[in-house]
């Protein structure tokens, strides 16, 4: 099983980043995907997240009109669109799948390892 986090980086507040999550040896379309982010001194916060289908998202108050989650079940592919990004959206970002069928309060069944965000004021 492997869950594999790109595109992070460097990025001035308001501007963007997609991050996408690449999955691998699972089903992955029985699997609920979100993405969960890890700030220096805080506790992991769940941001995002999607259903097997893709037809229920969840976001968090905190990115909600911001971040957008999808998914691409042919590709075994989640991403998240980032806009509008704040300094207080620098963390770690990991996406995590869930052999729930839903979107919302999701666990991790199998995690990646992570991709840095950091957004400068």
């Known amino acids: 099983v492997q869950l594999v986090e790109s595109g992070g980086g460097l990025v001035r507040a308001g501007g963007s980043l997609r991050l996408s999550c690449a999955a691998s040896?699972?089903?992955?379309?029985?699997?609920?995907i979100g993405w969960f982010r890890r700030a220096p001194g805080k506790e992991r916060e769940f941001v995002a997240g999607?259903?097997?289908?893709?037809?229920?998202?969840y976001h968090a108050d905190s990115v909600k009109g911001r971040f957008t989650i999808s998914r691409d079940n042919a590709q075994n592919m989640v991403y998240l669109q980032m806009n509008s990004l704040k300094p207080e959206d620098t963390a770690v970002y990991y996406c995590?799948?869930?052999?729930?069928?839903?979107?919302?309060?999701?666990?991790?069944?199998?995690w990646g390892q992570g991709t840095q965000v950091t957004v400068s004021s």
């Open positions: 995590a799948a869930d052999h729930r069928d839903r979107a919302a309060a999701l666990r991790g069944d199998y």
């Open positions: 040896g699972f089903t992955f379309d029985d699997y609920g």
């Open positions: 999607i259903n097997w289908s893709g037809s229920s998202t």
